[in-house]
Structures are given as structure tokens and as C-alpha cells.
């Protein structure tokens, strides 16, 4: 088993930046790819970002240019800075781990871009 625990949600104005954090334990691996998704209300869950063991990184066209993922191996931790946040951006975010074997997801965390 992998645990996933997410961080650094919150509530930002359009424009506005955040970086989340997700931090595994457990069984894990350094060969796994890492990243996050997002579902928004009412819409399917979605890929924001990954990034493999090498460091191949993946992004949806919606955020390129405004999202950075990145890892820790030493931690097992992944982040996504998040900058020029928009409204569209609303969404609960969950970490993801995978590639290995069994995939698994955090709990997720609240995302909310609003004036």
C-alpha cells in the first residue's frame, strides 16, 4: 500500500499563485511516475501534470505555461506550482502514483480561484 497526503489548498484571486505538495509513504518506488489531476463539479477527473522517475514531464494543454511539476525522490514528494490561476483552474486536485502497479490517489484538496 501507498499513502498519499496532499497540502497547500486553498482559496486565491484570479491571477494568484499556489503550490501543492504530496508527500508518499509506505511501499513505495523511485521508478514511479507522480503527478496530479483535478475534477472539477459536475465534470470527469482530469490530468494537470505527471512526471516519471526520469523526469519526463506531461501537461494538460490547459495549463502549460502556467504549472510546474516537480519532484523530490529523497522526500517522495511531488509539487505542482500553480501561477496565473483562473477561475477555470477550480477544482479539487489529487496527487497520483502509479506506473508500478496498483495506481493510487490522495484524498484530494480544494483548489477555489475567485475575486
Known amino acids: 500500500q501507498v499513502q498519499l497526503v496532499e497540502s497547500g489548498g486553498g482559496l486565491v484571486q484570479p491571477g494568484g499563485s499556489l503550490t501543492l505538495s504530496c508527500a508518499a509513504s509506505?511501499?513505495?518506488?523511485?521508478?514511479?511516475?507522480m503527478g496530479w489531476y483535478r475534477q472539477a463539479p459536475g465534470k470527469q477527473r482530469e490530468l494537470v501534470a505527471t512526471i516519471t522517475w526520469s523526469g519526463y514531464k506531461t501537461y494538460a494543454d490547459s495549463v502549460k505555461g502556467r504549472f510546474t511539476v516537480s519532484r523530490d525522490s529523497a522526500k517522495s514528494t511531488v509539487y505542482l506550482r500553480m501561477n496565473n490561476l483562473k477561475p477555470e483552474d477550480t477544482a479539487v486536485y489529487y496527487c497520483y502514483y502509479g506506473g508500478v502497479g496498483p495506481d493510487f490517489w490522495g484524498q484530494g484538496t480544494q483548489v477555489t480561484v475567485s475575486s
Open positions: 509506505g511501499r513505495i518506488s523511485s521508478l514511479a511516475t
